[in-house]
């Protein structure tokens, strides 16, 4: 028979705790049959050390659980701090953190975060009659559990039947083991990706700027956490951009005069990222360059379209301002070259063709 709980005080009181955990299975009162109740998996039966509580993250972050404290009951009822969770102790997105009671831990556990309390202290997790208590590291009671309002003998741990969102239930109702620490009720493990949190991009040496000509700046990503699973990114600026490139390991490259943010975003499909502005000067590309041949234009002045009469194999085509500033590149001839977007004035067209380079003047409307 499904044995299903539904007093308020059974279900944890999930107050705040950022939203993120929740306890989804407790053994209290291990199996004291030969080795049923070895939930640690060392291979000897022990009521405190067998002992476990399952905490579940239920957010897409990474959560931060150094600090967090287990008491065995309140103060008011003669509770005491049983342990407290120590610093760096993060659990995945969709991941678990279990804590036993002691012993020597054997196994894998679903991969989960798994901790011990001292064995001389144990978590003196009492069959009946208390109520076990979670705090923040502000010493704010964050979780609970009251294990008087279950049976007082259950021999096996009581779980959330779904995982993470059903009620409480023995676990033996639906399966045919006594627990499962740091897995799902069926034995499938959950989450254990640690995701990226946050990005913060800079040039090499905290640097904002490029002034020699066709020069570059090597991009640097500081990912956080280290620990993430994948601390990769991809580089980018923004598309159309004539001020620079960006390769694939952040190295940019001046190709005019002007700002570009440059971005890096995590690869680990969080979506974070981070960008930094980098001014970028003295980019008088192309204009000092010996040229061929002179190119004709038309028509000139041009107003939307600017077309070339020249060799049929040019191929690259670049459009400064008096300056030296590039303003825009193209690669695509066929039908005619878009200068709609530019402001009334002169402007210096200069063609490739892989062989020669082609210089031309020419007015936009």
Same mark, same amino acid.
């Given at each position: 028979m499904r044995k299903y709980y539904t007093l308020c005080c059974i279900l944890f009181?999930?107050?705040s705790m950022s939203g993120q955990?929740?306890?989804?299975?407790?053994?209290?009162?291990?199996?004291?049959?030969m080795?049923?109740?070895?939930?640690?998996?060392?291979?000897?039966? #022990?009521?405190e050390e067998d002992s476990f509580i399952e905490f579940y993250n239920t957010s897409t972050t990474n959560f931060d659980a150094s600090g967090y404290e287990i008491w065995d009951d309140s103060v008011a009822n003669g509770g005491q701090l049983r342990y407290v969770i120590p610093a760096g102790?993060?659990?995945?997105?969709?991941g678990a953190l279990v804590v036993f009671g002691g012993g020597t831990l054997t196994g894998s556990f679903g991969n989960a975060v798994v901790l011990k309390t001292d064995s001389a202290v144990g978590m003196n997790l009492n069959n009946s009659g208390e109520v076990i208590l979670i705090k923040d590291p502000n010493g704010q009671t964050v979780l609970t559990f009251d294990s008087d309002a279950l049976s007082n003998n259950p021999n096996e741990s009581y779980t959330r039947n779904?995982?993470?969102?059903?009620?409480?239930?023995?676990?033996?109702?639906n399966t045919p083991i006594l627990f499962s620490p740091g897995t799902k009720i069926d034995g499938t493990p959950f989450d254990t990706v640690f995701v990226v949190m946050d990005i913060s991009v800079q040039g090499q040496g905290g640097a904002s700027t490029i002034s020699t000509p066709g020069g570059?700046?090597?991009?640097?990503?500081?990912?956080?956490?280290?620990?993430?699973?994948?601390?990769?990114?991809?580089?980018?600026?923004?598309?159309?951009?004539?001020?620079?490139?960006?390769?694939?390991?952040?190295?940019?490259?001046a190709t005019g005069n002007g700002?570009?943010?440059?971005?890096?975003?995590?690869?680990?499909?969080?979506?974070?990222?981070d960008s930094a502005e980098v001014t970028i000067t003295n980019q008088n590309i192309g204009l000092n360059e010996p040229v061929t041949t002179s190119l004709a234009v038309y028509p000139n002045p041009a107003n939307d379209k600017l077309f070339i009469n020249g060799p049929a194999n040019l191929s690259h085509v670049k459009i400064f301002n008096l300056s030296g500033q590039l303003l825009m590149q193209t690669e695509d001839l066929q039908n005619g070259i878009s200068v709609a977007n530019l402001q009334k004035g002169i402007y210096i067209l200069k063609a #490739?063709?892989?062989?020669?380079?082609?210089?031309?003047?020419?007015?936009?409307?």
């Open positions: 009181a999930c107050l955990l929740i306890i989804n299975e407790v053994l209290y009162d291990p199996s004291n049959d080795l049923e109740g070895d939930a640690n998996g060392d291979g000897v039966y #022990d009521q102790t993060w659990v995945p997105p969709g779904p995982d993470i969102t059903g009620l409480f239930e023995q676990h033996a109702d570059t700046l090597q991009m640097e990503a500081i990912v956080m956490p280290t620990f993430a699973d994948d601390t990769t990114v991809s580089w980018s600026v923004p598309a159309g951009n004539v001020v620079a490139t960006v390769s694939a390991s952040g190295l940019l490259t700002t570009v943010w440059v971005t890096a975003t995590a690869n680990d499909g969080t979506g974070i990222s #490739d063709s892989g062989q020669e380079d082609f210089m031309a003047r020419f007015s936009k409307l």
